[in-house]
């Protein structure tokens, strides 16, 4: 059984950043790729950014590039989101993910979600 720990979100103000922390334990033969996902209120669920856990390649969604960096601690078996220059457009829940294969493929494993809020 595979576990995501979210957490690191709060409310921060436009301009500002946050760092997400995702933690993993339990099987990890899926871990080929992590990532981040978000939905904000009345929106559908949508991609983020996706690192592999074997190269530490990455890739980002177009709204975020330049503003946020994912990483991972292969040692801690953690993945980070590191977010700058947070815009009120970046308010939502994320959601930490396992096995990802691309913006339209999530992998089956979720964190348990973490809030962000960004004020104007």
């Known amino acids: 059984q595979v576990q995501l720990v979210d957490s690191g979100g709060g409310l921060v103000q436009a301009g500002g950043s946050l760092r997400l922390s995702c933690a993993a334990s339990?099987?990890?033969?899926?871990?080929?790729?992590m990532g981040w996902f978000r939905q904000a209120p009345g929106k559908e669920r949508e991609f983020v950014a996706q690192?592999?856990?074997?190269?530490?390649?990455?890739d980002y969604a177009d709204s975020v590039k330049g503003r946020f960096t994912i990483s991972r601690d292969v040692a801690k078996n953690a993945v980070y989101l590191q977010m700058n220059s947070l815009k009120p457009e970046d308010t939502a829940i994320y959601y930490c993910?396992?096995?990802?294969?691309?913006?339209?493929?999530?992998?089956?494993?979720w964190g348990q979600g973490t809030q962000v809020t960004v004020s104007s």
């Open positions: 993910n396992m096995g990802v294969a691309g913006a339209s493929s999530p992998g089956n494993f």
């Open positions: 339990g099987r990890t033969v899926s871990r080929s790729s």
């Open positions: 690192i592999s856990w074997m190269t530490s390649s990455t």
